[in-house]
């Protein structure tokens, strides 16, 4: 997909959405990551079990990163294989958080199908944007001051 494309399309869901269109340009996406941080495979548990009761990727990517308080968030899914995939990336990104410090917060989570057809999670990775301090314009693995 273009950036244009993507623009727009983002535009279009700004726009349905109340929020402002220059919020709303794809740059949320499209903010650089710095570093992530792993997250615990204790802190997904409830997620991991409903994997394994065969849920959808997106399902298990919003278990893990939790309920939302915010203004924006953007679920990217890529898959491995289209008809069937045998692997798939979801990336949450939240923005306009109702926290003091913390702006946004990024999740990366990897999942992969098991022999029996459920998903199994594979890897989780967490970063932050923060309001002020070092690092307000890209996504990285230091907690906000």
Request: hydrophobic share 40%.
């Amino acid at each position: 997909m273009s950036r244009r494309l993507r623009q727009a399309i983002f535009a279009s869901i700004a726009v349905a959405s109340g929020v402002p269109v220059a919020q709303a340009s794809g740059s949320l996406a499209e903010l650089p990551v710095e570093s992530t941080k792993p997250v615990a495979v204790t802190e997904y548990r409830t997620a991991a079990a409903l994997a394994a009761r065969g849920s959808s990727p997106i399902d298990i990517a919003l278990a893990v990163a939790g309920p939302f308080e915010g203004a924006t968030q953007h679920v990217i899914q890529a898959n491995e294989g289209s008809e069937a995939p045998t692997a798939s990336r979801v990336t949450v990104l939240r923005d306009g958080l109702l926290d003091d410090s913390v702006r946004g917060e990024r999740w990366d989570i990897t999942l992969q199908r098991t022999a029996a057809g459920v998903w199994s999670i594979k890897e989780v990775k967490r970063a932050w944007r923060c309001r002020r301090g070092g690092q307000p314009n890209s996504f990285a693995a230091n907690r906000c001051p």
